[in-house]
């Protein structure tokens, strides 16, 4: 049975960082990812990580993290990593770990393109 546990979320202030994890089990995945959703907001890309044979390590981030994002991840341990900097109030959200048996050799930005999720890790950023 595939289960994606994610750990690391919590209240924190304005300028803080955050490091969020996903541990998968029951299979290796090769695309990753992580999402996030707001109250009354729809869910939405923040980060995605795949490996494959021709490119290796290809990551992706939506704009409103690059440079403050940083994603990774541990084929050995089965985890995939989220750091996040200079945290700000609109990064306020539950944030999904994600993960896709399809295999297209490219980042995932799109929610249908994941079929397995995590249960979600509270992110609070306080002014």
């Known amino acids: 049975q595939v289960q994606l546990v994610e750990s690391g979320g919590g209240l924190v202030q304005a300028g803080d960082s955050l490091r969020l994890s996903c541990a998968a089990s029951?299979?290796?995945?090769?695309?990753m990812g992580w999402f996030r959703q707001a109250p009354g907001k729809e869910r939405e890309f923040v980060a995605g990580i795949v490996w494959n044979v021709w490119s290796g390590v290809t990551t992706s981030y939506a704009d409103s993290v690059k440079g403050r994002a940083t994603i990774s991840k541990n084929n050995a341990r089965g985890t995939v990593s989220l750091q996040l900097n200079s945290l700000k109030p609109g990064d306020t959200a539950v944030y999904y770990c994600?993960?896709?048996?399809?295999?297209?050799?490219?980042?995932?930005?799109?929610?249908?393109?994941?079929?397995?999720w995590g249960q979600g890790t509270q992110v609070t950023v306080s002014s």
């Open positions: 029951g299979r290796a995945f090769s695309n």
């Open positions: 994600a993960a896709s048996t399809y295999s297209r050799g490219y980042v995932y930005t799109e929610v249908n393109d994941y079929n397995y």
